[in-house]
């Protein structure tokens, strides 16, 4: 074997990667964003989400319309970490995510299964989760684990708490969810504490996280609120993921989703930040463009590779850990 030097001057990529923006083009984006932000305004279903802005010193309308200026978004954006660690109930499990590290997840929720006896198509149930936690436990490609499928055979307002206790009997590693609601986060961190060996334990290393989804276009919902406020509190992280739809609920070109869907999650994040500065947020996507022929969501499409690699771009100019949706 020939035994070559280096080369003086050589630069190396680090890796591939895929740049989608120009300097020019994030700064215009994020300057769309924020007249978006502060003009046309974002829908805040709660009460005490919209009172958390109006203290900040956004301006609050009758109908839950609410304008954000410019500097609460730049503020927020900037105290939120840029680094996060996602702790596995063992240290072994432990993911780090920032800009530039890559893990990778499952994706949820499932509704429905193919009976592995029956070969029948049927609802979920909590031990479905159960099983198929266990089995991305053992997947080595499997960073976190998000809940797979839903304990459909528990009545609907405890779900999510079923289906974290199917989770945190399977797996050492962190899990997502959806938690439903404010309530449920705290009933799900009260699990975890307990898992991992009380309150105390639970500040240092939380083995959960929560998601949530602004509805496109433009509103924060109250269950959204709830999470978000509720994580920020609690000192969990939480991804706010939005879903935006390119022709559907949100503009057919995908560069004006783009701005529909980074001003749902920098409100979102503003709010985590105003609750609690400092919150740990994920800014997450499972944004996509709509088949306009039958009115669904396409997957495993150009459309969805690149608006997702946009997300992960505007995600990487923010400083900000991200979570993106494949296909």
Request: aromatic residues 6%; charged residues 20%.
């Amino acid at each position: 074997m020939t035994l070559r030097k280096f080369s003086a001057g050589f630069k190396s990529s680090g890796g591939f990667s895929l740049n989608v923006f120009t300097p020019d083009e994030f700064a215009a984006i994020h300057r769309s964003t924020l007249e978006v932000l502060s003009e046309v305004g974002v829908f805040v279903q709660k009460r005490e989400a919209r009172e958390i802005f109006r203290a900040a010193g956004a301006r609050i309308y009758d109908d839950g319309l609410v304008k954000i200026p410019p500097h609460l978004v730049e503020e927020a954006i900037r105290s939120a970490p840029s680094t996060l660690t996602l702790a596995g109930r063992d240290k072994s499990r432990d993911i780090v995510i920032e800009g530039g590290r890559v893990s990778f997840t499952n994706f949820g929720e499932g509704i429905c299964i193919i009976d592995h006896e029956t070969g029948e198509l049927r609802s979920t149930t909590k031990n479905d989760l159960a099983t198929m936690t266990r089995l991305l436990d053992s997947l080595d490609v499997i960073g976190v684990i998000e809940r797979a499928v839903g304990s459909q055979d528990k009545p609907a307002p405890m779900q999510a708490i079923h289906n974290y206790e199917a989770m945190i009997n399977n797996t050492n590693k962190h899990c997502f969810l959806g938690p439903e609601n404010g309530h449920n986060v705290e009933i799900i961190l009260a699990m975890a504490a307990e898992a991992v060996g009380g309150p105390t334990a639970l500040r240092d290393r939380c083995p959960v996280s929560f998601i949530t989804c602004p509805v496109s276009p433009l509103r924060l919902v109250e269950d959204c609120c709830e999470i978000i406020m509720s994580s920020a509190e609690n000192g969990a992280a939480v991804c706010i993921l939005s879903m935006a739809m390119a022709g559907g609920s949100s503009p057919v070109h995908l560069a004006g989703t783009l701005v529909n869907h980074n001003a749902e999650i920098l409100a979102g994040i503003t709010l985590a930040q105003l609750t609690n500065k400092g919150a740990k947020v994920i800014y997450g996507s499972s944004s996509t463009a709509m088949y306009l022929k039958n009115a669904s969501a396409v997957v495993g499409t150009p459309e969805l590779a690149m608006i997702n690699a946009a997300v992960a771009a505007m995600a990487r100019y923010y400083l900000l850990p991200s979570w993106v949706a494949g296909g």
